[in-house]
């Protein structure tokens, strides 16, 4: 039998909220392996369904730069030591400086490799005068030939995101881009339609759903339907474009967006969207 650490409990029941005896038995049945352990506690119905926050591992702050014309954006996070340096002007201004940088840049990743010799000197001064090590973890641009990327920036620059929809680029399109921007901030989709979950991930859940139905007596015959439709409430939950919109909820981000392309008289398709949070 695998040794289970104290420490081993203590992630698993960050990541999936169970009591720690639960958590406990849980690696014990799965032999010390983890995602197995994860999956006994989901068949059991004693995991949290819900995703759970990672704790900030990094202070610092998300800060996005955006384009005149709302085409293109960029979103980049500096870290640092303590949220006091991370207020500060000098560490204020690097990190819009960077922004700015990464929004110039061809590339749609940037880190700390690619900085030109100016930026490594700003933040050398910047490391110089607040005492502090600051890291330029990662740089991320978006641009559209035909459409809008918007960015939405949370708590204070913890939570940071991009989206790009191409289609048109009006007031009304720049508008619902941000919605949507506001959504993924806040509900934290893994994918952006169904055809993006990998076809292993889908397996792993249908196996989970039937083996809670199998616990709850339901017959064998009837497992997969029970499965399958609990299948959808996890692409509701996972998938972007299948939430329901967090500013009317009896409509999903798909309709949103049929009809704002309705009415800018063009089809409109959200591309892609890029979330950060800090420390993760």
Known sequence: MAEISAQLVMQL?????????????????????????????????????????????????????????????AMIELNCETDFVAKTDQ?????????????????????EENLPDDKVAQKKEAI?????NIQFKRGVMLASDNGVVQS????????????????????AVQS????????????SPDYLSREDVPAETIEKEMEIYRQLARNEGKPDQILD?????????????????????I?????QITALVAEVGKAAGAPLTVKRFVRFQLGQ
């Open 225 to 245: 339907k029970i499965a399958q439709g609990r299948l959808e409430k996890f692409y509701k939950d996972n998938c972007l474009l299948e939430q329901p919109f």
């Open 176 to 187: 619902m881009t941000k919605d949507i921007a506001m959504q993924v901030a806040a509900a």
């Open 152 to 171: 939405y920036l949370h708590l204070g620059g913890k939570i940071g995101v991009l989206v790009q929809v191409d289609g048109a680029n009006n007031e």
């Open 128 to 132: 110089s005068k607040t005492g502090e």
């Open 247 to 251: 500013k009317d909820p009896d409509k």
């Open 91 to 111: 560490f204020k201004t690097l990190s819009a400086d960077l922004a700015a940088w990464a929004l110039s840049q061809a590339a749609e990743t940037v880190g």
């Open 13 to 73: 029941r960050e990541k999936t909220g169970a009591k720690m005896m639960d958590a406990k038995r849980a690696l014990v049945d799965a032999d010390g392996d983890f995602e197995k352990a994860v999956a006994v506690l989901r068949e059991k119905g004693q995991a949290d369904a819900a995703k759970r926050t990672h704790r900030v591992t990094a202070e610092g702050a998300i800060v996005a730069a955006q384009s005149a014309d709302a085409s293109a954006g």
